[in-house]
């Protein structure tokens, strides 16, 4: 223990440039897996046949690939077919799709949560259905999606890892150049692992806060 405590300072530091990419890569493919995802379940409760087919095809089609097999198609057979992206970009590309069709299913098991009869009732006296679900349907389907969105976005910060395998310098590949070259493996990556972990809890506790509001707020 003391020996860890000896080599937190020296470590911390190079560390701590991984976490600035781990951040990015999480961030940015979550508001797209978040866009994506939303544009997928609106076309699958649309009631248009056409889109319901062309949403639930590419749900089943994106997440039968592994999202690392996603990030290599990009990373590196794109440029093959004259698309080129910095691994960044294609990091967060990737990853934005690969968690859209999870994104997808969260949002359309909040929609078709609501009661039939109050879309029938909205429907009934001439509401839009656009204004049904910004004014009836979403503000509802918002409360019942938010735990899995919650913990969507924690499992998305985890897989960033995954961009290390395109070379993305993000906090696990930090971690495994550092353990390498100084050989203090277990220090190293119980550091990475505390990282990690002083991440994915303020979201999990910001994530209840949340859900506790919208409850008071009913």
Do not use: C
């Not at 866009?35 to 039968?64: D, E, H, N, Y």
């Not at 389907?141 to 899995?148: G, M, Q, S, Y």
């Not at 969507?152 to 590949?173: C, G, N």
């Amino acid at each position: 223990m003391t020996h860890f405590l000896s080599q937190v300072p020296t470590y911390l530091p190079i560390l701590m440039q991984g976490v600035y990419l781990t951040l990015l890569v999480t961030l940015g493919a979550f508001v797209l897996a978040t866009a994506l995802g939303l544009v997928w379940a609106f076309m699958r409760v649309s009631g248009i046949a056409p889109l319901a087919w062309t949403a639930r095809t590419i749900i089943v089609i994106v997440r039968g690939i592994p999202g690392i097999v996603t990030l290599f198609y990009i990373y590196f057979v794109l440029p093959d077919l004259g698309l080129s992206l910095s691994a960044v970009q294609a990091a967060i590309i990737g990853l934005g799709i690969a968690y859209s069709p999870y994104m997808a299913e969260v949002f359309r098991a909040g929609i078709e949560a609501i009661d039939r009869g109050q879309t029938e009732a909205a429907l009934s006296i001439g509401m839009g259905w656009g204004l049904l679900m910004r004014r009836v349907v979403l503000p509802q389907a918002i409360r019942v999606a938010l735990p899995p969105y919650g913990s969507t976005m924690i499992m998305l910060l985890k897989d960033s890892s995954l961009a290390s395998t395109i070379t993305v310098a993000e906090l696990s590949l930090q971690g495994k150049l550092l353990a390498s070259s100084t050989f203090e493996n277990t220090t190293i990556f119980t550091m990475v692992a505390l990282i990690y972990l002083a991440m994915s809890l303020p979201l999990t506790a910001f994530n209840g806060w949340l859900e506790r509001r919208m409850r008071q707020a009913r």
